[in-house]
Structure formats: C-alpha cells, structure tokens
C-alpha cells in the first residue's frame, strides 16, 4: 500500500511538472503573440507617418524650394539671401516654402482634372485617372506597399517637376533675357512690416492658404471654363474640334446600304448557309422546261437538276458576321464604306433626326442589336452541298449592333422588296460645353451620376454615351504620314497653350497688383507704407467681380452672335427715350458720379490727408488737382461700399460664409455666379421687399436698394429699356439719401469747428498754440488739425449709430435682459404667485 501511495505521489508530481511545463510554454507563446502584434503596430504607425510626412511635408516643400531657386534671378535674389531669410526666421521660411509647394501642386492638380473632363473622353480620360473619394484614407495607405508608394512619390514627382521646369523656369528665363521683367510689378514686391516679422509671415501665409484653398474650392470650375473657350476657339480655328473635343451628336446622314442576302452562286466554298426558296425552285423548274421545249426533240437538258435548283436561291451575306465581329479598335470607317453601295452624291442627301435612348445615347431606334436571320436547311441538301452540321449552324447565330463607331444600322425594306440594312453616319454638332457642375463631387454616385468622363469599367454618363465619335488621326487607313500635319498643328496648339498659360499667369500676379497700388496712390497711402500682399488682396477683389461680369456679358455659351454684331444690334435698337426718364436718369447720374464722389473725398481728403499747414491756411484752400484727387477717392470709396453692400458684406451671414469658403454672401448661390446672358433669359429686376420697413431701410443683397439702383442702370444701359427708369428707386431710395449723408460728413464738421474756432477768438486764447497737461505746448495748427478731426469722426459714429440702430436697439434689449436675469433671477428659486 505504501508502494502504491508513493507511485501515485511520483505521477501526480510529474502531472503537475508537465501542466506547468506546458503554462509557461502558453505564456511564452502569448507574449510572443503580443509582441508580434506590437511590432506590427509599430510598423503600420511608422509607415503611416512616413508617407504622411513625405507626401504632405516633404514633396510640398521640396517643390516650393525647387520653384524658389528657378525664380532667384528673376527677383534678383541669390542663395545667400535665401540662406540669411532663413537663418532669421526659419519657422517662417519653411512655412513659406511649403505652402508655395502645395499652392502649385493644387493648381497643376486642378488644372489637369479639369482639362480631362474638357478634352474628348478618348483623349485623356484613359490616362488621367480622376479624383476618387477617400472614405478610408489610412487604410488605403497600409494595403499598399513600400515600393508602390515610392513608385508613385517618384512618377509625381517627375510629373511636378517637368511642368515646373516647362512653367517656372522657363518664363522666368524667358522674361528675365528679355527684360521684360522688369516692368512687371510682382518681380519687385514691396512690404510694410506692421509687427515682427517672425509674426507677421506666418499669419499672411497662412491666410494666404487657407484664402486659395477657398477659392479654388468655389471657382475651379471656371479653370475648366477657359480651357473649354481656349480650346473650342483654337480647334475651330485649326480645324481640330473633331479630333480633341467632344460634340454633340446633331443627327444622322445616309451613307449607303448593303443587302441583307446574296445569291448563292457569288459566294462559293461550303461553309456558307444554303437558303432554299421555293419561288426560286419554281422558276428554276419552269426554266427547266423552257429549254426542253427550246431543244425541239423534247429530251431533258444535260445540266444536273441540283445546280438549277439553287442557282437563284438566296442567303445570308458573310459579310454580316465579319461586321459583327469587329470591335471599336477596328478601322471601321474603311470597312463599311469599302463593302456597302454608296448614295449616290449628285442626289440631296437624305438626314434623320434620330432619337435618345435611355442611357443618353443618340440613335435611330430603340433597338440596340439586329438579329442576323437563320433560315431553315434540309438535311438532303446538307450532304449535296457539304453543309455544316446543327452545332456549326447555332454557333453562327450572331447580333448585329445598331452603333458601330460613328455609323447607326438600320434594316429597311426597300421598295423592290429587297431586305436592306442602312448606314447613317453621324453629323457632329456643336461642341459640349464642358465641365459639367458638380462633376467634381465625391460622394456617391460615380461617373454616372457627375457627369464626368467614365474611368475603367465604370458606367459611362448620358452625357457620355452621347457624345458624338472622335475623328482619329490615322483616319481611313491613310497611314501615319496623313498625320503629320495633325500633329503639326497639335504641336502648334501646345506652343500656343503654354504661351496663353505664360501670359495668363503673370497677368493674374501683376493686374491685381496693378490695381492695389493704383487704388494705394489715390488713398495717398505713403510708398513706405505699401505692402503687396494687401495690395494684391484688395486689387483682387476689385479686379475679380470686373472680369466675371465682363465673362458672362462677352463669352456667354448661349449667345452665338459676334462682339460686333451685338454691338451693332445694340446701336440699332437705341430709341429715344421720354424727357422725363431721360432727366430722371441724368439727375441720379450726376448725383452718383459727380456730387457725391466730390463731397466724400473731401470728407476723406480732410480727415486723413491734410495736414496742419491747411489748417493755418498755409496751404491753398483748394486747387484742381486737390479736387480731382478728391473726386477719385470718393469715386472709389461709393462704388467699393456699394459692391459690399450688394453682396451682403456688412451682415454677419455673410462673415459666417466667408469662414466656411464661400465667396458670396446669404442667397448668393450658383444662380448668382451667372450674370444676364441674353434678353430672354435676364432675371427679373429686383424687387422692394413686402415690408415697408425693409423696403426704406434695406441697402443690402440683391433686393436691396443698391441692387434695385444698378439692375435700371443695366436695363437702360444694355437693352435700352426706358420703362423701367423709376424716380422713386434712383432718386428717392438710393441717390439722395446717399448725397445727404456725404454732406452731412463735411457740413456738420466744419459747423462745429467754425463754432469752436469763433469761441476761442471770443475768450482770446493765443494764436501761436495751447499748452496742455502732460502733452505740454501744441501749435494752432495741429490742435485745430485735431479737433477738427474729432468733430469729424463723432459725426460718422452718429452717422453709423443712426444706420445700424436696429441691431443696436437689439444688442442692446438682449444686455439689459441678460442683466436683469444675472441680477434677479439667477440663483433664486422661483414660485408661483398665490394670493392666499
């Protein structure tokens, strides 16, 4: 017994030694586990981070720093001074070079996007491969490997840096040998430093950004627009719309027409459908009988009754089943027009409308496919003749499609009662005005719904499946020397696009340039003190709103007619209008373009411009060139008030707006962006609004009453349209409440002023100055500077406060009720009244 105790100790020591042998194996193998895991981790957080790092960091600076060095000898800076801008501000420079890196990458992205939607799909749209939603970035990024991410980096890379090269380099060169550089403002850049430098870059670049991201987000499509006017203008002109652009499909011309069946005779061999017919073996029996007759001893004929019996019968053209066969890739211009009877040319040509299918594509039916006839064969016939078998009869059953390339097929019965299949050819028209709106949108849907050129396998667009067949440039089978002047002129129209690209570019970097300093000069703003990127911000947006309106009035899609000959229909429906419209409208504009422009630029010209010397009548009262400066000033001040108040600048929607992107203001949509294109089609001219209140005290948006001022002007001014000049809204609304408030900005100034002037003569104070406490002695002519200015700008704040009273009387009803709240009801328990 003690032996069995001490074996069954012995095993149960061993059991328990292999459990833990094998729990600490388990342990082993789970932190194995979990160390493989964590490295994988790892791994995946590092790979991430490194593209990230060389896709949104290094590529952008890499290229704003290789664009820095093509540019140096343009602005005439060297390395050194580069090296020593960056040993001052380092975090500056870097932000500044990246963000010139990006800036490009987004307009050569942009650009290339949109001229694949604007080019015929069979042109780039295989190649440019379109911008996709990316629902799982991170996870696109681990599915792929190291090597195709490098291979990817390296072919943007070459990509961005030969349109650098072609783009950067080679105008900057091209101005600088020239000398032509030098005239153009942005080579010599001017800057105000207002706080250091170090603060100063960053926040400009960063509002640089985010500023072109916005805009690039409302307005690429209109990158898209000019390359379609660009290239729809030049292909028309080198005759090469048919083979770069898309067009609609106008409608169908007839070509020719080929038989649905043939004689039996004229094809030969033993692979083809043997079709018995019954008239045929009834006149070859009757023929049979006429020669026994001819022959006068009534013996039969010698030739075999077989061969009688199917020399007339019909079948189906092999020629059907070849057709069938080919593909897009195929020369099928050669193919039909080489097997089919043509029309005959002197004869009027014979055109059909045809229809829209379902799936947007332009047809002469609804039927997509002819089905190629099988008729029956016997047996008996099959052996005589070497027929194949039944599986060889089924394999040929074959569907003819209707649209083969530019041509439609369609099968007629013609008058002699022969079975004909017709080839229309399609009679491009005009081309698509491209890109379409919201082609660009990643949500769902696809090219399908977009309206973009199809990518790969996806579903064409209607837009697509309509568009009409690209002529290539290996046409007819003529070979490749017939392509030499195609190519020619597609090499002439490169040279052509990069140069209208050259001059586009730096007429978009030195007109608002132009413009800010030029608006600068009229403000008397000190040299000292211009600073460009202002600059161009300002000319911006005075340039921009100019060049939308004049593209929509001169370059609209819908208007076929010539610049001159709308000029000249213009001239010619020129009426003379009432005495009374016409005195109306003379007064709104005198009082627009010429008092009041006058009365605030001497409001500004004093409040900002004078200096003591006038104010001691050391300085001539006025002179002509004091009043022409006046006159401009306050001509720009007016229609620059007036352009924001159209667009709702001065309401906090529109501010809202601006920080989500959006460059209009409230009820600006797309419908805004497109100005009158034709008398048909103008909008309405702006209504008052229902409310009486509204009505007198609106001056913003497109009801306002600035809106209501210019739609007159423009009905008057463009389509001669007299009715509608309107005292009420020119005088009464807008001009001269406008004309009272400039005066009131110099009149009430100078009232107290000469008040203030008369009573310091009364209480006899000094000529010389005024002492005061802490400042010490100040001179007549700079304390009646300051007080002048005072009474000045106390009158615009009651100005502003009588304008803005509504909101004001709002602000602050919301005060005193948060006050009221915070003083007697916050933190108190409140009990409803009970008079027991």
């Not at 060389?54 to 000898?73: E, Q, R, V, W, Y």
């Not at 307009?107 to 996709?132: F, K, N, Y």
């Not at 660009?230 to 169908?252: D, I, Q, Y």
């Not at 082609?439 to 973009?452: C, F, I, K, S, Y």
Request: include cysteine; charge should be neutral.
């Amino acid at each position: 017994e003690n032996i069995n105790n001490e074996m069954r100790n012995e095993d149960d020591v061993a059991f328990d030694q292999e459990l833990l042998d094998q729990d600490a194996e388990g342990d082993v193998i789970s932190i194995g586990q979990a160390l493989a895991r964590a490295v994988d981790y790892l791994a995946a957080i590092v790979k991430v981070s490194i593209l990230l790092f060389l896709k949104m960091f290094f590529l952008p600076l890499l290229l704003g720093i290789s664009l820095d060095a093509a540019t140096l000898p343009l602005f005439g800076k060297t390395i050194s001074d580069r090296i020593l801008f960056a040993g001052g501000d380092l975090f500056g420079a870097i932000m500044l070079h990246w963000v010139i890196g990006i800036t490009f990458m987004l307009l050569v992205t942009v650009s290339v996007l949109q001229l694949r939607e604007v080019a015929h799909p069979d042109v780039l749209a295989g190649v440019i491969r379109p911008q996709e939603p990316q629902p799982d970035l991170l996870g696109n990024l681990m599915q792929d490997s190291g090597i195709t991410h490098a291979k990817r980096m390296l072919l943007s890379l070459v990509i961005y840096a030969a349109l650098l090269a072609v783009h950067v380099w080679l105008p900057s060169y091209l101005l600088l040998i020239s000398g032509i550089g030098e005239h153009l403002p942005f080579v010599r850049p001017k800057f105000f430093r207002i706080v250091l430098p170090q603060l100063q870059v960053p926040v400009e670049v960063l509002f640089f950004h985010l500023s072109m991201l916005g805009f690039l987000e409302k307005h690429k499509n209109h990158i898209g627009g000019m390359q379609h006017k660009w290239l729809a203008f030049m292909c028309n002109k080198m005759g090469l719309t048919e083979h770069l652009l898309p067009r609609s499909v106008e409608k169908f011309e007839l070509v020719g027409f080929r038989e649905v069946f043939c004689k039996a005779e004229a094809i030969g061999g033993d692979h083809y459908y043997i079709l018995p017919d019954e008239s045929a073996t009834e006149a070859t029996s009757n023929s049979s009988s006429e020669e026994e007759a001819s022959t006068g001893n009534g013996q039969s004929s010698k030739q075999t009754p077989a061969m009688h019996r199917f020399r007339e019968v019909s079948q189906v053209d092999p020629f059907w089943y070849e057709l069938a066969s080919k593909t897009e890739s195929d020369d099928l211009d050669t193919i039909i027009l080489a097997n089919i009877q043509r029309v005959d040319s002197k004869k009027a040509s014979i055109y059909h409308e045809g229809q829209k299918k379902r799936n947007g594509q332009r047809g002469l039916s609804s039927q997509s496919y002819i089905g190629l006839p099988e008729p029956p064969i016997n047996r008996g016939d099959r052996k005589r003749k070497r027929l194949p078998a039944d599986d060889d009869l089924s394999s040929k059953k074959s569907l003819l499609s209707t649209t083969m390339g530019a041509y439609r097929l369609k099968k007629n019965v013609h008058d002699d009662g022969k079975m004909m299949i017709e080839f229309w050819r399609e009679i491009p028209g005009d081309p698509i005005p491209r890109p379409p709106e919201g082609w660009d949108d990643l949500g769902e849907g696809g090219a399908e719904v977009q309206g973009r050129w199809a990518w790969g396998k996806e579903r064409k667009s209607e837009i697509e499946e309509g568009v009409a067949k690209r002529t290539s440039f290996y046409g007819n089978g003529k070979g490749w020397l017939s392509a030499v002047p195609l190519f020619l002129k597609c090499l002439l129209l490169i040279l052509l696009s990069w140069a209208a690209v050259t001059v586009t570019v730096c007429s978009a970097l030195s007109l608002p340039l132009f413009v800010g300093r030029f608006i600068f000069f009229v403000l008397r703003v000190p040299d000292r003190c211009v600073h460009d990127p202002l600059g161009f911000a300002i000319g911006g947006g005075a340039l921009f709103p100019i060049a939308k309106v004049g593209t929509n009035l001169f370059f609209t899609r819908s208007n076929t007619k010539s610049f001159y000959r709308r000029i000249v229909d213009w001239a010619r429906a020129y009426r003379l209008p009432p005495k009374q419209k016409l005195l109306v409208l003379g007064a709104s504009a005198l009082l627009w373009i010429g008092l009041a422009p006058l009365l605030y630029g001497t409001a500004y010209e004093l409040l900002i411009i004078k200096s003591h010397k006038w104010f001691l009548h050391e300085e001539p009262l006025a002179s002509p060139t004091a009043l022409a400066f006046s006159w401009g000033v306050g001509t720009l001040l007016l229609n620059a008030w007036a352009g924001l108040c159209y667009i709702n600048a001065f309401t906090l929607t529109f501010w809202k707006e601006v920080g989500n992107g959006v460059l209009e203001g409230p009820g600006h949509g797309e419908q805004a962006n497109n100005a009158p294109q034709a008398n048909a089609n103008r909008d309405p001219p702006p209504q008052p609004p229902a409310n009486t209140e509204e009505a007198t005290d609106n001056w913003q948006g497109k009801q306002g009453r600035i809106a209501r001022f210019f739609s007159i002007w423009e009905s008057v001014l463009f389509n001669w349209e007299w009715d509608q000049v309107d005292s009420v809204v020119l005088m009464k609304e807008c001009a001269i409440p406008i004309v009272k408030q400039a005066a009131a900005s110099c009149i009430i100034p100078f009232t107290f002023y000469s008040l203030w002037l008369f009573m310091m003569s009364c209480m006899g104070k000094s000529s010389t100055g005024i002492h005061l406490p802490i400042i010490g002695f100040v001179s007549t002519g700079l304390y009646r500077m300051v007080i002048f200015r005072a009474f000045t700008v106390l009158t615009m704040m009651v100005q502003l406060g009588r304008a803005y009273r509504a909101p004001l009387k709002r602000w602050f009803h919301a005060a005193h009720q948060a006050a009221r709240d915070d003083r007697y009801l916050i933190g108190q328990i409140l009990l409803n009244y009970s008079p027991e």
